[in-house]
């Protein structure tokens, strides 16, 4: 195991990250910007490293930044969360080349995964079902027009290169494309460095389900069951829950072996999430791979006892996984509610400020992952994720009746401060 890891992240994750590498016994560091100098992963950590100022290029995105900060406190390995450098084949090389682990997939499997159409071909190849679409880039406008006629619509024009949810436009018509495949690649370009984009079936009521994986350097590959993540905004996600509701033991099935396969065919290791839109029919597509821990896996963690970053590092330090497919027994139903400094009234907009007041739930098997507490500034110049709360029950009723007793009382409050929390109450209240 590793003697010295560094959190190249912020926020929740670090945090996150921090307690297990404690638990593990392991010593532990943390990188952080100047407006994250009082973070709370900072407080827990065994050392901290400022590397730049707020811009995230200047710090947590600054490869030789971070690679420098590891060495001041002597890491033999860096876990970069999710977000900023996580999925970045580059950085995971630089990392090799100074004779440090990078916590996270191989880099030519991330480059294989990162590519989406490239990705998607793959997993063609290996038998996995995938929407209608092209199976690489499209170059220009009257390319997508004739390819587009051969889809049909609606469909979607998606970056190559896109992630978190961002570089996603729908064309409801052919009048349409033209406009929205200029702004898709612009997108694309100014917020990937690739302007590259595919086309893809949309399905208007598709839900989005996907299926957790480990994997190790020995060739075990286990599952960890399904989520579904279909509350989203602006195509990123506001609940999680697992296992996805309403969805047949057959298809559950068929959705975890197709994402031990695609893992088999990826020559994927570590941790990472198969991710598939299922429609109204019960048929499902292949989507993409997430080739990092993501910020809804405390749901899986939290209905199957297994600590996903715990796995992440002994996998990186070359370990076996210590259990089989038939050890994984998920129990109950675990739902995370993602509660953000934003407006819900005002097409969420970012609503960061000073958290003059902090009081999280809790009560019996209620889960809060979080960085605030009373006296926090949130800087606005990151992600607006402030907490996320986690909670199990026996049955989907209970998690839900629980949920919402939990979001009752959680106290944020500060000046121009707006939260996700009413939202969410709307939501789990809703007939459907």
């Known amino acids: 195991m590793f003697s010295t ?13 921090v307690r297990t590498c404690r638990e593990l016994g392991i010593r532990v560091a943390v990188a952080y910007s100047t407006v994250d100098r009082d973070s709370a992963a900072i407080r827990l950590a065994d050392q901290a490293i400022c590397v730049g100022p707020a811009p995230a290029k200047h710090g947590y995105l600054s490869i030789p930044a971070i690679i420098e900060a590891a060495r001041a406190c002597g890491a033999d390995a860096i876990h970069p969360g999710y977000g900023f450098l996580s999925e970045n084949p580059d950085f995971a090389e630089v990392c090799a080349d100074h004779g440090m682990t990078f916590i996270g997939a191989p880099p030519e499997v991330m480059r294989r995964l990162g590519d989406k159409s490239a990705a998607k071909a793959m997993m063609a190849a290996g038998g996995l079902p ?8 499209v170059s220009t406008a009257q390319e997508a027009h004739r390819r587009a006629s051969e889809i049909g619509y609606p469909l979607m024009i998606k970056a190559t290169a896109g992630g978190g949810g961002r570089g996603i436009r729908v064309v409801r018509d052919a009048t349409e494309l033209n406009r929205i495949y200029q702004q898709t690649t612009a997108t694309a370009k100014a917020t990937f460095g690739d302007g590259l984009v595919y086309l893809e079936r949309f399905l208007p009521t598709a839900r989005h389900v996907e299926v957790q994986v480990l994997c190790d350097g020995h060739g075990n590959v286990v599952h960890l069951g399904e989520r579904d993540c279909s509350v989203q905004r602006r195509h990123q996600k506001l ?10 033991a057959g298809l559950a099935e068929k959705l975890s072996a197709a994402a031990v396969e695609g893992a088999r065919v990826a020559g994927y290791v570590g941790v990472g999430t198969f991710e598939f839109l299922v429609d109204t029919a019960g048929q499902f597509y292949f989507m993409e791979v997430n080739a990092r ?9 939290v209905v199957t ?3 996903l970053v715990r796995e992440q590092l002994r996998i990186a330090a070359g370990e076996r996984l210590e259990f089989s497919q038939n050890e994984v027994r998920p129990s109950g139903t675990a739902i995370e509610c993602r509660v953000n400094l ?5 097409d969420f907009m970012p609503r960061p400020g000073h958290v003059e007041e902090f009081v999280p739930p809790g009560g019996p098997f209620v889960r809060v992952d979080t960085h605030g507490f009373t006296g926090y500034r949130m800087p606005p110049c990151y992600d607006s994720l ?8 026996p049955d989907r009723a209970g998690a839900r009746s629980r949920m919402r007793r939990a979001l009752d009382e959680f106290r944020i409050a500060g000046p121009g401060i707006a939260t996700t929390i009413p939202f969410l109450h709307r939501v789990l209240k809703h007939p459907q």
């Open 239 to 248: 609940i999680e829950e697992s296992p996805a509701p309403n969805v047949p």
């Open 386 to 393: 402030l907490a996320k709360v986690i909670v199990w029950a």
């Open 5 to 17: 890891v560094l959190v190249a992240n912020r926020g929740e994750i670090a945090l996150r990250v």
């Open 130 to 137: 995938l929407l209608p679409g092209t199976a690489g880039p």
């Open 342 to 346: 934003e407006d819900p009234t005002r």
């Open 305 to 307: 006892g297994i600590d």
């Open 293 to 301: 821990i993501q910020v809804e896996h405390p749901v899986t963690e």
